[in-house]
């Protein structure tokens, strides 16, 4: 399957693009697409955690991604 994953904030500069088509296996849970991340994009395990949402949402761990889903990688956000 097909998706594009978009990458915010610090997570640009860690990977180097601001968005990348991927491709996953079918019945690709948030979870098990963190770990593939994770073991593809080293640098990101400099921070500790990162959100993502799939078509604007926010996902939880448990989200099976369809094809063709947009996700995004966000980062911790702080403001002041």
């Known amino acids: 399957m097909n998706i594009t994953i978009l990458f915010f904030g610090i997570t640009t500069d860690l990977?180097?693009?601001n968005s990348i088509p991927?491709?996953?296996n079918k019945n690709t849970s948030i979870?098990?697409?963190k770990e593939v991340?994770?073991?593809d994009f080293s640098s990101l395990k400099n921070l500790h955690q990162f959100a993502i949402a799939v078509?604007?949402?926010y996902a939880s761990n448990d989200l099976?991604?369809?094809d063709g889903?947009?996700?995004a990688i966000i980062p911790p956000?702080?403001?002041g």
Request: net charge negative.
């Open 15 to 17: 990977v180097g693009k």
């Open 22 to 24: 991927y491709s996953i």
């Open 31 to 33: 979870k098990d697409l």
């Open 37 to 39: 991340l994770l073991a």
């Open 55 to 57: 078509n604007e949402e």
């Open 64 to 66: 099976i991604i369809n």
């Open 69 to 71: 889903d947009v996700v």
């Open 77 to 79: 956000v702080s403001g």
